[in-house]
């Protein structure tokens, strides 16, 4: 493990103008490294960079399948560099090294699905009568500014950059201060696979600098993010003084509903992936299990018991696939999940298992099961980000749709039920991007994903993902006789 980590612009390792911010393991709660933060200065140098480079054709010029290669070579690259990429993220991020490992072939699986979609974009002729010869193209944006959250830094990175460089973008990747060491590998592969000097540039900073300075920038053409929606909405309006469109992914509260008749022994395994997986700490979390009132007490105890089941530990310490669960990314965000366990308990709600900080050293919360919640709540409708799953009940299918649909968010829901019209009408009703029938995070790379409400906008994954990093050219040609 290196001591000291710096930024990546223009193909060169550099320090930062803002200084060194400490990066700290949270399993341990010991700091780990020092990470170089950028200032403004070393945005504008980013981004200049990755305008030049847009504006030589050094990128957008290749042949469509040749730059798809070199992306699909990228993906290569990680899962060549699997064992020490992974105990890194593991070590800034908390979560178990056996998730770690699944989160860098989930994103080498980006640079594979995209790599192989880049000769796929293709325009279409237009039929104006025989003295016209009309068609459209698809070109790259630019550069396309990519901020990236703390959960999961790698896969996230890798969804974003994978699809603007198919498409021929530019990329300034401003990276999380809490778990920034792990792109270092991305910055690497682009030079491996013989991207441009350039092309790639991978900085970290603050928020309300590096981050306010990227959002702003005039020579950024795009822009991705994740994270808050408070950001978000910050992000949004700095790109608008630009007019620059984005890509926002701002989190959820979504809820499953569980019906009479669903497969009681099946949702344990979901309720473990759904809440459990990276602590709790997923934009798409099942963190609210709405279940019918006749199987409520059967399906509560088989909840608990998976709760129960989990061995929390140092995600260092936890190399094999099993029923375990890391740290939570910083004691900050830990104390905050532990903050409203309280808060909902004083609303009413009642801690069935969990719900306190653990008394061992680092970002430590038990993994936490709360029934008695009700729909106006405050635990029902705000996000916790943690490993918190809320309980409530409904009697009829109309009641179960208006409590999963009564928060502001709208990113997924589930359903789950036996009944093929039942599972169809939910699906329908659902104010969600997209929706799970009996099996929470069914699909996979292929398959779009993005929010309703302040869910955010645009779509990631999927083919549908492509049209976000990309502009539609119409070519009108008067044809002389």
């Known amino acids: 493990m290196k001591t000291c980590w710096q930024n990546y612009i223009d193909g060169t390792w550099i320090d930062g103008g ?12 010991e700091k780990l490294a020092e990470q170089a933060l950028a200032n403004e200065g070393d945005v504008d140098r980013a981004v200049m960079a990755a305008h030049r480079v847009h504006q030589s054709g050094a990128l957008s010029g290749l042949r469509p399948v040749v730059r798809g290669r070199m992306v699909q070579a990228m993906g290569r690259y990680l899962l060549d560099h699997i064992d020490e990429l992974a105990k890194v993220l593991t070590l800034e991020q908390g ?10 072939e989930g994103a080498a699986r ?4 995209y790599g192989n979609q880049a000769e796929t974009v293709e325009g279409r002729s237009i039929p104006l009568g025989k003295d016209y010869f009309d068609f459209t193209t698809y070109e790259p944006f630019g550069v396309s500014a990519q901020i990236i959250p703390w959960n999961y830094p790698v896969e996230m ?6 699809a603007a460089l198919a498409t021929g973008n530019t990329c300034v990747i401003k ?12 910055a690497q592969a682009s030079e491996a696979v013989g ?11 603050l928020g309300h600098q590096a981050g306010a300075a990227l959002s702003a920038h005039p020579h950024v053409n795009q822009i991705v993010f994740t994270g808050s929606v408070p950001t978000g909405i910050a992000i949004a309006t700095a790109a608008a003084q630009n ?3 984005c890509v926002l992914e701002l989190g959820g509260k979504s809820a499953a509903i569980v019906h009479k008749d669903a497969d009681l022994e099946a949702f344990e395994n979901d309720v473990r992936w759904g809440i459990y997986f990276n602590a709790g700490e997923v934009c798409s979390a099942m963190s609210r299990v709405i279940v019918h009132d006749s199987v409520h007490d059967e399906l509560f105890d088989r909840m608990v018991g998976v709760a129960q089941s989990l061995a929390v530990k140092p995600g260092i310490d936890q190399p094999e696939f099993g029923p375990t669960m890391g740290a939570m990314v910083s004691e900050g965000q830990r104390d905050r999940a532990a903050q409203m366990v309280s808060d909902a308990q004083a609303q009413g709600a009642i801690v069935a298992t969990g719900g306190r900080k653990m008394n061992i050293p680092g970002a430590f919360l038990e993994p936490t099961i709360l029934t008695g919640v009700t729909p106006d709540m405050t635990i029902a409708n705000e996000e916790v980000f943690g490993p918190v799953l809320s309980v409530l009940k409904f009697s009829t299918d109309e009641e179960a749709i208006k409590i999963a649909n009564g928060t502001p968010y709208g990113l997924v829901g589930g359903v789950f039920t036996s009944k093929l019209d039942r599972a169809t009408r939910a699906a329908q009703r659902l104010r969600a991007g997209q929706v799970f029938v009996n099996e929470w995070y069914a699909g996979g790379v292929e398959t779009p994903f993005g929010g309703y409400g302040k869910s955010g906008y645009g779509r990631e994954k999927g083919r549908e993902a492509l049209w976000n990093y990309v502009q539609t050219k119409n070519v009108a040609i008067k044809l002389r006789n």
């Open 95 to 104: 979560k178990p090294l056996w998730e770690a490992r699944i989160e860098v």
């Open 110 to 113: 980006y640079f594979e699905y």
């Open 243 to 245: 007019v620059v469109p």
């Open 157 to 162: 990175t890798a969804r974003s950059l994978s």
């Open 175 to 186: 990276t999380p201060e809490l778990t920034p060491l792990s792109n270092a590998w991305f």
């Open 18 to 29: 803002a200084g060194w911010i400490d990066v700290i393991n949270p399993g341990t709660g």
């Open 195 to 205: 991207f441009p000097k350039g092309a790639v540039n991978i900085l970290c900073g």
